[in-house]
């Protein structure tokens, strides 16, 4: 069963500070993607990380990908108030021949003024 | 492109009651899922269509949980009867090639 394992789970950080957050897998895929959800909205798709060493970057948020160390990680440069969500990586279980994402728990994301 | 329709947005229900949600996909994308997202954790997959064949509903509570996805477009999922444990939100989602998937707004289900 694939486990998906995001940490830290809360993170508050000042403005401009920059923060790193982890998610580790447990099985082989090479397809990762990050989703950002906002209180009571869905999820909004931030990036979608398709092979080893993919690295991609919108804004403040840059993501990477490390199949062989099954990490992906999500790095926010300079945070600013708009950034405080919930992240979420997921990771595209294709083990059973059937895509489906397995999600982590999520990171809560508070950036104070 | 319109996107993923869910509907009703909101639902209160009695425990032992039964209630219905539906979704309707992007035109085009061959296959659905249903999530379940209980607060403060992460969706999990219920139930995943490929056409109007399931491929896994390993995760389905079936005493108590169905789904349909009649014609390959459109799909209900049901809950009777429901528990109080079943109140969350619940996520539609469809992709058309496994290269990207695109969430609903979901339907935020409370049991009282």
């Known amino acids: 069963e694939l486990k998906v394992e995001q940490n830290p789970l809360f993170l508050s950080m000042q403005e401009g500070k920059n923060y790193t957050i982890y998610c580790n897998y447990s099985?082989?895929?090479?397809?990762l993607y990050w989703y950002r959800q906002d209180p009571g909205k869905s999820l909004e798709s931030l990036f979608v990380?398709?092979?080893?060493?993919a690295v991609k970057q919108e804004g403040r948020l840059m993501a990477s990908l490390d199949t062989k160390a099954r990490l992906s990680t999500l790095h926010i440069t300079a945070a600013v108030h708009d950034l405080s969500a919930t992240y979420f990586c997921?990771?595209?279980?294709?083990?059973?021949?059937?895509?489906?994402?397995?999600f982590g728990k999520g990171t809560k994301l508070s950036v104070i003024p | 492109e319109a996107g993923v329709a869910q509907s009703p947005r909101y639902k209160i229900i009695e425990k032992r009651q039964s209630v219905a949600f539906w979704c309707n996909p992007i035109s085009g994308h061959a296959t659905l899922y249903w999530y379940q997202q209980i607060l403060g954790q992460g969706p999990k997959l219920l139930i995943q269509f490929q056409n109007n064949g399931v491929v896994d509903d390993s995760q389905l509570p079936k005493d108590r949980f169905s789904a349909e996805r009649l014609k390959g477009v459109d799909s209900t999922l049901k809950i009777q009867p429901a528990k109080l444990e079943d109140s969350a939100v619940y996520l539609c989602?469809?992709?058309?090639?496994?290269?990207?998937?695109?969430f609903g707004s979901g339907t935020r289900l409370t049991v009282v």
């Open positions: 099985t082989t895929s090479d397809r």
């Open positions: 990380l398709l092979s080893n060493g």
């Open positions: 997921a990771v595209d279980d294709s083990g059973a021949g059937s895509y489906q994402l397995t």
């Open positions: 989602a469809s992709s058309l090639n496994f290269h990207g998937y695109t």
